[in-house]
T-cell receptor, first 113, second 111 residues
Framework: DAGVIQSPRHEVTEMGQEVTLRCKPISGHDYLFWYRQTMMRGLELLIYFNNNVPIDDSGMPEDRFSAKMPNASFSTLKIQPSEPRDSAVYFC???????????FGEGSRLTVL | GEDVEQSLFLSVREGDSSVINCTYTDSSSTYLYWYKQEPGAGLQLLTYIFSNMDMKQDQRLTVLLNKKDKHLSLRIADTQTGDSAIYFCAATSGSARQLTFGSGTQLTVLP
């Protein structure tokens, strides 16, 4: 398996624009997680899915953020409208079991100007 | 909820041992993990320990768990420059056993 695949690796956009980050989990993994990493706040869990169903979105900062998982092999994290404080590295991770080893993607580095 | 704490920085000389410490708050944490993040990359699992163990050794890595004090440590023997990275401690918590990560410890290995 190729591992967790994220795209784009880098995104530079202007404030107010819509940003969509994509993730393909490892085949067979039932759990998918979106994390955000910044220098100030470290690694934050935004939302996670189990069998394509959102289970806990309490980490989503505000209504500008939304995440979907239309099928077992694809998830998106959308920010609309984006703001400079959203600049961060966004990681997707998948796992075959709750509390099990997380497999991380390489991350999407977002810069909002 | 679970709170996981780590020191932010550690510098060691090449060839010395590194010890990275971590504390957590949820005494029911079942698994405790160490992840490594190299520059520009995602986190990769380094090792883990089950809560009924005190120690686990894997080549140059030794994990020590003190359940009473809720203290976890990672010792890297014969530290090499390639070990320079950020090391994250993580603990499972709650009924869903989700992982809570510490802030990460930046390990710098000096030649």
């Amino acid at each position: 398996d190729a591992g967790v695949i994220q795209s784009p690796r880098h995104e530079v956009t202007e404030m107010g624009q819509e940003v969509t980050l994509r993730c393909k989990p490892i085949s067979g993994h039932d759990y998918l997680f979106w994390y955000r990493q910044t220098m100030m706040r470290g690694l934050e869990l935004l939302i996670y899915f189990n069998n394509n169903v959102p289970i806990d979105d309490s980490g989503m900062p505000e209504d500008r953020f939304s995440a979907k998982m239309p099928n077992a092999s694809f998830s998106t994290l959308k920010i609309q409208p984006s703001e400079p404080r959203d600049s961060a590295v966004y990681f997707c991770a998948s796992s075959w079991a709750s509390g099990g080893e997380l497999f991380f993607g390489e991350g999407s580095r977002l810069t909002v100007l | 909820g679970e709170d996981v704490e780590q020191s932010l920085f550690l510098s060691v000389r090449e060839g010395d041992s590194s010890v990275i410490n971590c504390t957590y708050t949820d005494s029911s944490s079942t698994y405790l993990y160490w992840y490594k993040q190299e520059p520009g990359a995602g986190l990769q699992l380094l090792t883990y320990i089950f809560s009924n163990m005190d120690m686990k050794q894997d080549q140059r890595l030794t994990v020590l768990l003190n359940k009473k004090d809720k203290h976890l440590s990672l010792r890297i023997a014969d530290t090499q420059t390639g070990d320079s990275a950020i090391y994250f401690c993580a603990a499972t918590s709650g009924s869903a056993r989700q992982l809570t990560f510490g802030s990460g410890t930046q390990l710098t290995v000096l030649p």
